[in-house]
């Protein structure tokens, strides 16, 4: 192993320690590095070994963190996982991280919130509103339906 590859490593061992990476992001910013080819795969491996990238971690902590705490619907994270090369086992596991009834609870809430904002004498318009906004953040079209269907 080269100076120029531990070197890497260790550059790459604070970037995955600072907050949670993807092996796409971790080659992108190698690539800005230098670090090409073998020894970018290299560098790579030995983060995995050493447990500094792990893609399932990346994933569960990417679906909870954006839905807890910016409300996104499973549509909207998934598109957003599978953007960063995330796919198969690691993305079920992420969609697992958010429980069914918190589910529907954080729906019912942001539908609520949207609703005080809204300012309009039909209801059919308002309701068309807080169906735009729930797709918006990635909510499934029946569910948002069935949460507004007392309406």
């Known amino acids: 192993m080269t100076d120029s590859v531990k070197d890497a490593i260790r550059k790459a061992a604070m970037?995955?320690?600072y907050q949670e990476r993807t092996q796409q992001e971790v080659r992108d910013r190698l690539k800005d590095w230098g670090v090409f080819g073998d020894d970018a795969e290299e560098v790579i491996a030995e983060l995995i070994q050493q447990n500094y990238l792990n893609e399932e971690r990346f994933a569960k902590s990417f679906a909870g963190g954006k839905f807890r705490v910016k409300g996104w619907g499973r549509r909207k994270i998934t598109q957003h996982l599978k953007q960063r090369g995330i796919s198969g086992y690691n993305l079920d596991q992420a969609m697992k991280e958010i429980a069914p009834d918190d589910y529907r609870g954080t729906l019912t809430t942001l539908?609520?919130?949207?609703?005080q904002s809204l300012h309009d004498a039909n209801p059919l318009v308002i309701k068309q509103k807080l169906v735009r906004y729930a797709?918006?953040?990635?909510?499934?079209?029946?569910?948002?339906?069935?949460?507004?269907?007392?309406?």
């Open 111 to 115: 539908l609520n919130k949207k609703r």
């Open 15 to 17: 970037f995955c320690a």
């Open 135 to 151: 797709l918006s953040k990635g909510y499934e079209s029946d569910l948002i339906f069935s949460v507004l269907g007392g309406e």
